[in-house]
């Protein structure tokens, strides 16, 4: 079973616009994580943020966190072509284990 | 690129035989985590190795094995495959195995299992 999930499944939007998408998930948690996988390659870490953190930012990446409502969400600015991904978030399980979600699909239209 | 290698990257196997995937950790790194990802889902977590221990288990049946080297690469084997089993198979690597650092992932293995 997945612990997050994430939304929307899919997001279109044109080079230059916002991407968001949302991460929920069920129990309580030390960290959450961001990956982007390409083309169902490997997964490329992003970004972690702390259960005692509220956002972090990395480049064009905006992460949020609100543990009261168990949810994070991913903002990618001024997107690029080269954003056209699969995103996911993975949350602590247990000390070694992340859960996964089923992943948002970004399509960056030129 | 990270510096996980996965081999083979692509195979095909009949239901019921046995498959061996293997994986090289990024230099430095002692544990190896493996993943299951189903077309259209997200990695699920089979379990991980830590310094040629096993370290933790998902929801994965015994035919699921594993074993660590010395220099810290793994192996998966599947004994008995089924068609479910076809999927994309992940490796990661990290320093330590707790989740609060983040993982190096190889490429993959796609498995088509018929």
């Known amino acids: 079973s997945q612990q997050g999930e994430e939304d929307p499944q899919a997001l279109s939007i044109q080079e230059g616009e916002n991407a968001t998408m949302n991460c929920s998930y069920k129990t309580s948690i030390n960290n959450l994580q961001w990956y982007r996988q390409n083309s169902g390659r490997g997964l490329v870490h992003l970004i972690l943020?702390?259960?005692?953190?509220r956002e972090k930012h990395s480049g064009r990446l905006r992460v949020t966190l609100d543990t009261s409502k168990k949810s994070s969400s991913l903002l990618i600015t001024a997107s690029r072509a080269a954003d056209t991904a699969s995103y996911f978030c993975?949350?602590?399980?247990?000390?070694?284990?992340?859960?996964f979600g089923a992943g948002t699909t970004v399509t960056v239209r030129a | 690129e990270t510096g996980v290698t996965q081999s083979p990257t692509h195979l095909i196997k009949t239901r019921g035989q046995q498959v061996t995937l293997r994986c090289s950790s990024q230099s430095g790194h002692n544990t190896v985590s493996w993943y299951q990802q189903a077309l259209g889902q997200g990695p699920q977590f089979i379990f991980q190795?830590?310094?040629?221990?096993?370290?933790g288990r998902g929801n994965f049946p015994p035919r699921f094995s594993g074993l660590q080297f010395p220099n810290y690469s793994s192996e998966l084997n599947v004994n008995a495959l089924e068609l479910d089993d076809s999927a994309l198979y992940l490796c990661?690597?990290?320093?330590?195995?707790?989740?609060?650092?983040?993982?190096?992932f190889g490429s993959g293995t796609q498995l088509s299992v018929l």
């Open positions: 993975a949350t602590d399980v247990d000390d070694y284990k992340l859960s």
């Open positions: 990661a690597s990290s320093q330590t195995g707790v989740t609060n650092e983040k993982l190096f």
């Open positions: 190795y830590y310094r040629e221990e096993e370290n």
């Open positions: 943020i702390r259960s005692n953190e």
